[in-house]
């Protein structure tokens, strides 16, 4: 399975993004979907995951209420719509995915994107 992110960029405080998640190969062993983001200097960290059948949704309490997952199993991808973007949100966004049900913890998943950088300026 190959993933590849986009739609990343710059934006200010207040503002939204939406990061898209193609995914490609291998598709039809997808169970789960997620995005982590990793800012400078700190570990990665488990943002949003969703399941590619029945698309139960989980996110971390950070980006609950702002960031929305959501995924189209026609085009096989996912997306990330991020509102209301805070400085502290600035990171390289990763999306992830795994054969197995869903987990936030980033050991557990075996595919991954090459990362999207999210900036937010104050």
């Known amino acids: 399975v190959q993933l590849v992110e986009s739609g990343g960029g710059l934006v200010q405080a207040g503002g939204s993004l939406r990061l898209s998640c193609a995914a490609s190969?291998?598709?039809?062993?997808?169970?789960?979907m997620g995005w982590f983001r990793q800012a400078p200097g700190k570990e990665r960290e488990f943002v949003a995951t969703i399941t590619w059948s029945g698309g139960s949704t989980y996110y971390a309490d950070s980006v609950k209420g702002r960031f929305t997952i959501s995924r189209d199993s026609a085009k096989n991808a996912v997306f990330l719509e991020m509102n209301g973007l805070k400085p502290e949100d600035t990171a390289v966004y990763y999306c992830a995915a795994r054969d197995e049900w869903v987990t936030v913890h980033q050991w557990e998943y075996r595919y991954w994107g090459q990362g999207a950088q999210v900036t937010v300026s104050s």
């Open positions: 190969g291998r598709t039809f062993s997808i169970h789960t």
